[in-house]
C-alpha cells in the first residue's frame, strides 16, 4: 500500500505496466502479419490457433491484461491530476527544452488509445460492428474443418474509408505514446543517465515507428485493394 500511495510507486508500476502491453503490441502484430500470408492458412489459421487453447488459459491471459491495462490507466489519469494541481498557477516562463509534443500530450495520446482498443474490441473481438461480416457467423474450409472467416471481416472492415482512417489515426496515437513512453521506461526505473539517454529516446522512437508501420500497413493495403480476401 505504501508503495502505490507514493508518486514513484504510481509511476514504476505505470512503467512496468505500459512495457508489458508494448511487448503484447509486438506479439499481436506478428500475428496479425499472418494476414500476408507467411503462415498456412494465414489469419484464419492464427485465429484457429489461439482459440484452440484451453478457455482457463484464454481467460486468464485477458484478465491479467486488462488488469494491466487499468493499472496503467488509473495511475496515469491519477499522476497526471497530482502534477498539474502541483503548479495551480502557470510559469511565468515555460521550459521546454526537454519536453516534446509526445511528452506533453500522453494523457490525450493515451485516451485515443484508450478510445480506439473499445472499438477495436467491439469490431474485431466481440464482433458486434458490421455484424453480417463477423467471422463467427461466416465459415470457411481450413485444413479439413470449418472455421471463421476472419480474413473475409478484416478484409470487409478495411474497405470502407472511415473504418481504415479510424485505425491509421489510432495508429498516429499509439507512436506518439511509445515513442515518448519507452524511453521515459528506462528513466523510470532509473535504468538511464546522461550518455545513455539520447540512445533510449532514439530506440524509442524507432520501435514505436516499427509498430505504427506494421499495424498500418494491413488497413491501407486493404483499403488500396493490394491486399484481398
Same mark, same amino acid.
Given at each position: ?23 503484447f ?5 506478428l500475428?496479425?502479419s ?20 484451453? *478457455? ?22 491519477? *499522476? ?28 490525450w ?32 474450409? *481450413? ?7 476472419? *480474413? ?13 482512417l ?64
Amino acid at each position: 500500500m505504501q508503495f502505490t500511495s507514493s508518486s514513484i510507486g504510481r509511476k514504476i508500476l505505470m512503467a512496468i505496466t505500459g512495457q508489458a502491453m508494448v511487448l503484447f503490441a509486438v506479439v499481436h502484430l506478428l500475428g496479425n502479419s499472418s494476414i500476408f500470408g507467411w503462415l498456412n492458412g494465414g489469419i484464419n489459421a492464427y485465429a484457429e490457433h489461439l482459440h484452440s487453447m484451453p *478457455l482457463p488459459i484464454i481467460i486468464g491471459f485477458r484478465l491479467v491484461l486488462l488488469a494491466m491495462v487499468c493499472v496503467h490507466i488509473w495511475f496515469g489519469i491519477t *499522476l497526471t491530476i497530482e502534477n498539474r494541481g502541483g503548479r495551480p498557477q502557470q510559469y511565468a516562463v515555460k521550459s521546454t527544452q526537454k519536453a516534446t509534443f509526445a511528452s506533453e500530450n500522453m494523457i490525450w495520446t493515451g485516451t485515443l488509445i484508450g478510445l480506439f482498443l473499445a472499438y477495436h474490441l467491439a469490431h474485431f473481438t466481440f464482433q458486434v460492428i458490421n455484424p453480417e461480416t463477423a467471422a463467427l457467423k461466416n465459415l470457411v474450409p *481450413l485444413h479439413n474443418e470449418m472455421v471463421p472467416n476472419v *480474413l473475409g471481416m478484416v478484409v470487409a472492415g478495411f474497405k470502407n474509408f472511415f473504418v481504415s482512417l479510424i485505425y491509421a489515426g489510432a495508429m498516429v496515437a499509439l507512436f506518439l505514446h511509445l515513442s515518448h513512453g519507452i524511453q521515459s521506461f528506462f528513466q523510470t526505473m532509473g535504468w538511464s543517465c546522461d550518455k545513455s539517454q539520447p540512445l533510449l529516446v532514439k530506440f524509442g522512437t524507432l520501435v514505436a515507428l516499427g509498430l505504427f508501420l506494421g499495424y498500418v500497413t494491413i488497413p491501407l493495403t486493404i483499403f488500396a485493394g493490394i491486399l484481398k480476401g
